[in-house]
């Protein structure tokens, strides 16, 4: 089988979070002239493992990264992925206050987002669902997240449903849904939130939510109906870990 592709890990604080948790992983580093300074400890350790790094031109950096938003350093590492969840759970599941369980978000961008935020208040998985139209750990989704991917264990589901109802009993399953739900300050307290986003355009499915033990709605206070997925997380996301629930 062949190996899957390196995965391009852009800006300073993506890369910094590289090294951090898994400098092991990371095969060869390229940085234009304004970073140097930054990546003189990194390229020390390249240089001691015997890795590959160059100061290039911000030409050949774009091309390196595959995009103009390098941030002036590029990392090329081995591929991290999302660990289908087959067997027995992890107790990291349900070892903070909040679970992101995010199926069908689409947008590597909002993905990003979303990851950064988790990881910002103080999740430490997240789970991702088995709508076709979910966004995996891309070079965006990466570069998007500032880091935040490393800081966090990444799982995958094939059945979204039928795990919501295993992790009954240790978590609450909650739908973020855009009408219809109750505020956050309503949600029963006393367990971690498992907080389920769904598709940019459409929510969680029906089975999705037949899973969960209610949802949740925030309430507009202005003229806007609603808010972009990444924003909503984030707003939501403070409301459950606040407190340590």
Do not use: Y
């Not at 089975?207 to 209610?214: D, I, S």
């Amino acid at each position: 089988m062949r190996d899957p592709d390196p995965q391009r890990i852009c800006g300073p604080n993506a890369v910094r979070a590289l090294f951090l948790r898994r400098p092991q992983d990371v095969l060869r580093l390229f940085f234009d002239p304004e970073r140097a300074a930054f990546a003189e400890p990194l390229a020390r350790h390249m240089a001691r493992t015997r890795r590959i790094f160059r100061e290039v031109w911000p030409e050949e950096l774009a091309r390196v990264g595959g995009t103009q938003h390098h941030g002036g350093i590029v990392a090329i590492a081995v591929p991290k992925k999302a660990e289908m969840l087959d067997g027995p759970l992890p107790p990291i599941l349900w070892s903070a206050p909040l679970l992101p369980v995010l199926d069908g978000i689409g947008n590597p961008h909002n993905l990003g987002a979303i990851l950064r935020s988790a990881a910002f208040f103080g999740a430490r998985a997240v789970i991702l669902g088995d709508d076709p139209r979910q966004a995996d750990l891309s070079d965006a989704v990466f570069r998007t997240s500032e880091g935040a991917v490393e800081h966090l264990t990444v799982f995958r589901t094939d059945n979204l449903p039928s795990l919501l109802r295993r992790l009954e009993g240790r978590v609450l399953p909650v739908a973020a849904i855009a009408a219809g739900g109750v505020p956050p300050a309503q949600v029963p307290q006393g367990k971690p939130v498992a907080l389920v986003l769904g598709n940019e355009e459409t929510g969680p499915n029906a089975a999705v939510l037949a899973a969960c033990a209610g949802g949740c709605t925030l309430p507009a206070l202005g003229p806007v109906e609603s808010l972009n997925v990444s924003a909503a997380a984030a707003v939501l996301f403070h409301a459950f870990a606040e407190g340590g629930r």
